[in-house]
């Protein structure tokens, strides 16, 4: 994992070699940081919260005035681009979406894969997203996010903990 600015980690991540974090970044505990992701905090700080996976290829990055605070039990699909957004616990961002500057995704919510997330929109809890741009096309039941959601979460640190590096300390 290539490490360069202010990058604070709790308790440790599991995070591939290939993984870049710079500027001002905060991991949280258990947070898995899969081949190729890119983390900058150069502009504005960058917040991960606990558990959450970073999968292949994203890409997440701010622009000045527009932070990235992503919470806990958060998975991040493969290519996905989150630049200035906030995202609650037990999201789904689907693969080679993209969700932009002042973006609020509440939890217990889904963007799909290849979904477009136009600057400024709110997606409410427990909403389906989708399209280009991307628009509601229905709701999650508390199942539903078990089954989309919670499950996948755990799966991946289950992954992670059995085929990641572990990073234990502040660079």
Not at 36 to 46: F, Q, T, W
Not at 61 to 83: F, L, Q, R, W
Not at 110 to 123: D, I, K, Y
């Amino acid at each position: 994992m290539y490490v360069s600015g202010e990058v604070e980690i709790e308790d440790g991540i599991y995070a591939h070699p290939t993984v870049t974090v710079m500027g001002r970044v905060e991991l949280g505990r258990d947070v898995n940081l899969w081949p190729g992701a890119v983390i900058r905090g150069d502009l504005e700080p960058v917040r991960i919260g606990r558990r959450t996976n970073v999968q292949d290829n994203v890409v997440i990055h701010t622009s000045p005035g527009y932070e990235v605070e992503i919470a806990k039990d958060v998975s991040i699909g493969h290519g996905a681009v989150i630049h200035g957004a906030t995202i609650e616990t037990d999201v789904l961002i689907g693969m080679n979406a993209t969700v932009m500057n002042g973006v609020v995704i509440e939890e217990c919510s889904v963007v799909a894969a290849g979904a477009v997330v136009t600057e400024g929109t709110e997606v409410k809890s427990y909403e389906v997203w989708a399209g280009v741009p991307a628009k509601r096309i229905g709701y999650l039941t508390e199942d539903r996010v078990e089954k989309l959601i919670r499950e996948p979460t755990r799966r991946y640190l289950k992954l992670a903990k059995k085929s990641l590096p572990r990073v234990e300390v502040n660079p």
